[in-house]
């Protein structure tokens, strides 16, 4: 099964949502932040079930309309690990860029 590691900046992004969700008052913001974790534990079983983007990177759609996120991961086969590099909502216009310190 494959092994999923997080960057240290995806608890920010986690954190980041949480708070953004917590000042618009949306119902139980808890349980979305748990569907996002959720939806990256599909990674173990489909580590390339995630959409090609540039830079030998993939994406994860996980939910969709106001709860649509993105994860954004790399894939190493020969170790059989996933690394999630980024979190953002969907309608966010594009990820932070991760730092070489973050990889």
């Given amino acids: 099964m494959t092994r999923i590691e ?9 954190a ?3 708070e953004h969700l917590v000042k618009y008052k949306v119902a139980d913001p ?19 079930i995630g959409r090609p983007v540039p ?8 939910g969709r309309d106001s709860r ?9 086969s020969f170790a059989d690990r996933v690394l999630v590099l980024a979190i953002r909502s969907q309608r966010e216009a594009g990820y932070c860029e991760p730092s ?3 990889r």
């Fill in 68 to 76: 649509g996120y993105l994860a954004l991961y790399e894939y190493d």
């Fill in 6 to 14: 997080l960057a240290p900046r995806v608890k920010e992004d986690l």
């Fill in 30 to 48: 808890e349980q979305r932040i748990r569907a996002i974790v959720e939806g990256v534990r599909v990674l173990k079983e489909n580590p390339l």
């Fill in 100 to 102: 070489s310190e973050n």
């Fill in 55 to 62: 830079g030998n990177a993939r994406e994860l759609v996980i």
């Fill in 16 to 18: 980041g949502i949480l």
